[in-house]
């Protein structure tokens, strides 16, 4: 029997000497030398009895070099510390930061091989959702990016179609591309960083447009517009379904499904179309029979393309929503996306005080008017940081209505 195993077999037979060793061994993985102290503070007085008598004295903490000279001075000479320890614990001592590395070294090789495979892989490693994958579950992450690298194969798509088939096409499973998995998380980052354009992938309305920019669709049926005395056009010709409800003044909600193969749409009557965030309002309006749009508190992709159509038609968009920072920053993304077409309504400070506002807004909300620039919107948005107040749009629908009634000569609005 070496040495080296008589020492370890000594220790181990000692059980005073066992925590003392792991202690030992954690220190050192930690420093990656022989160094710094462990203290006996948290051991029993019969361990310390058993320590006090190796060293022949008392010990409130032990030095792991004092304990490697101890060593030389019993029938264990000539072993060292680290070598102990290997033999005791069975495993090579690695420090921490050799530890770092090599791991390091590994995950380097896992996504350089992932990256030579599907280059893509570089432009979206770095995420977090991402890193936490490798972490947790580096096999599947890795069957998620050859599952991503045979959909982006196949992208874009010749003709629309729905997500949830596609990935029964691509993984046998429809829910393979679902958002909230790994492989669906992996798609969009995928295909952010591969078409052309500024997708967030945080905002609903901006992955939407992602997806259906390669020709897939999330969901077409659910996913509708709201909107009244609207005409549309295919390209054989006038929609029947708009042409009827713009006759009968009658509310539609048109699916995703069928705004996409419309080629033009422009109001029924006139050259403005009126945006309002609330159906209320909508439902409200609807009696002056003017040319509609609800974006129903949100900026869907349906909408979107509807207004797309309204504003290459040469229509005059105008836009009411709520005096709270949600309904800036919808006011705020239609300025960017539609530019000259579209113009704010009924956003004025004047129109904030009478829209009465007495909705306490969380610190959490305000937050949001940070990102607000537009301006025509910073009157209101500074003084509803004074405030700290919502007011709605349903406060001021008589201006609203009164507006609509005068609007005969196209005339702008405050």
Known sequence: ???????????????????????????????????????????????????????????????????????????????????????????????????????????????????????????????????????????????????????????????????????????????????????????????????????????????NELLQSVGLLREDILNFVTCANILAETENGSHPVFSAAAETNAALNVPLREVLPLARAYPARGGTVYIVENAGVFSTLLDTRAPLVSTNGQMNLATMKLLDLLAASGARLLYSGDFDPEGLAMAERLLERYGSAVALWRFSLDDYVAANPAIELPPERLAKLASISAEDLLPVKEEMKRRKKAGYQEAIIGRLEGDIEKDGANKSFP
């Open 1 to 207: 029997m070496s040495t080296a195993k008589e020492a370890s077999a000594f220790f181990r037979s000692e059980p005073a000497f066992h925590r003392l060793l792991v202690e030992m061994k954690r220190k050192y993985e930690s420093l990656g030398r022989v160094g710094g102290t462990v203290s006996l503070a948290a051991f029993s007085d019969e361990e310390r009895e058993t320590i006090a008598a190796f060293f022949g004295k008392d010990v409130s903490r032990v030095s792991l070099s004092d304990f490697e000279k101890q060593l030389e001075q019993t029938r264990f000479a000539g072993i060292g510390l680290v070598e102990l320890l290997e033999q005791y614990f069975g495993e090579r001592l690695v420090s921490k930061r050799e530890q770092r590395q090599a791991a390091e070294e590994e995950r380097e090789r896992f996504f350089a091989r992932l990256v030579k495979e599907h280059h893509w892989v570089e432009a979206v490693r770095s995420q977090r959702f991402v890193q936490a994958a490798y972490e947790t579950d580096r096999n599947g992450l890795e069957a998620a990016v050859r599952l991503v690298g045979a959909a982006l194969r196949r992208l874009p798509l010749s003709s629309y179609m729905r997500l949830p088939l596609f990935a029964q096409q691509v993984a046998g499973d429809p829910h393979a591309f679902d958002l909230p998995t790994l492989s669906g998380k992996l798609l969009l980052a995928a295909l952010q960083a591969t078409v052309p354009g500024e997708w967030d992938v945080a905002s609903v309305e901006s992955v």
